[in-house]
C-alpha cells in the first residue's frame, strides 16, 4: 500500500501559507488604524494682547490657522476684557474643530462661556 506524501505536503504548504497571509493582512490593517487614530489634528490656543484688550490665536502644526483680536457675534470691535475669556472661546473653538464642527462662535456659546460682552 502507498500513501500519497505529495498531496498531504501540498496541502500543509496550502494551510500553511493562507495563515501567514492572514496574519499579513491583519498585521497590515491594524498600523493602518493605529496611525489613523494618531493623526488627530493638535490644535494649540495661545491668547495675544491687543491694544484694547485680549484675543487668541489657534494654530495646527505651528501654523496659526485662526487669529481672533475680537470678540466675534457682537457689534462692536471690542477685544475680550481677560485673558482667561480669550483662552476659553479659543478652547471652545478647538473643540469645534476637533469635532469636526464650523468654527464659529455664537452668542449662546459666549453666554454659556460667561463672556464679558
Known amino acids: 500500500m502507498t500513501i500519497n506524501i505529495k498531496n498531504r ?3 500543509a504548504k496550502i494551510q500553511k501559507n493562507s495563515y501567514s497571509s492572514v496574519s499579513k493582512i491583519i498585521a497590515v490593517i491594524t498600523i493602518l488604524l493605529l496611525v489613523a487614530c494618531n493623526k488627530k489634528e ?9 491694544a484694547t484688550g485680549w484675543g487668541y490665536t489657534i494654530a495646527n502644526d505651528e501654523k496659526i490657522i485662526i487669529k481672533q483680536t475680537i470678540i466675534p457675534v457682537i457689534d462692536n470691535n471690542k477685544s475680550f476684557t481677560t485673558e482667561k475669556e480669550a483662552l476659553k472661546t479659543g478652547n471652545l473653538v478647538v473643540k469645534k474643530l476637533e469635532a469636526n464642527l464650523s468654527p464659529t462662535v455664537t452668542k449662546k456659546d459666549l453666554i454659556l462661556l460667561d463672556i464679558t460682552i
Open 42 to 50: 493638535k490644535y494649540h490656543v495661545e491668547s495675544i494682547k491687543t
Open 9 to 11: 505536503f501540498f496541502w
